[in-house]
């Protein structure tokens, strides 16, 4: 098993950048697919972003595409969400997620979760 903790969240302006990061301990994280999702308040939750065991093939949606960057570090167990040109409607609560055995854009894919960090973007 693995367990995630974000941190990075905050408040920020429309225009703005954060960087989220997500710690692994546990099991390394050199063998989980790892990724971020978000959750508008009243909402489902929306896939945001993947990225492969080794680093490549990021994934995202058109929604963050071009503003949001998913990196990641085995040596440390770590994985980040740059988010650049932040708009209002990027605030949710994010949450790391992580999966041993598949590389997809829906919440049932993914087997762990962290609690999450609250991103806000004011307009």
């Known amino acids: 098993q693995v367990q995630l903790v974000e941190s990075g969240g905050g408040l920020v302006q429309t225009g703005g950048s954060l960087r989220l990061s997500c710690a692994a301990s546990?099991?390394?994280?050199?063998?989980?697919?790892m990724g971020w999702f978000r959750q508008a308040p009243g909402k489902e939750r929306e896939f945001v972003a993947a990225?492969?065991?080794?680093?490549?093939?990021?994934s995202y949606p058109d929604s963050v595409k071009g503003r949001f960057t998913i990196s990641r570090d085995n040596a440390v167990n770590t994985v980040y969400l740059q988010m650049n040109s932040l708009k209002p409607e990027d605030t949710g609560v994010y949450y790391c997620?992580?999966?041993?055995?598949?590389?997809?854009?829906?919440?049932?894919?993914?087997?762990?979760w962290g609690r999450g960090t609250q991103v806000t973007v004011s307009s």
């Open positions: 997620v992580a999966d041993s055995e598949r590389f997809g854009r829906r919440v049932n894919e993914y087997d762990y």
């Open positions: 990225i492969t065991r080794i680093g490549v093939r990021p």
């Open positions: 546990g099991r390394t994280a050199s063998a989980y697919t």
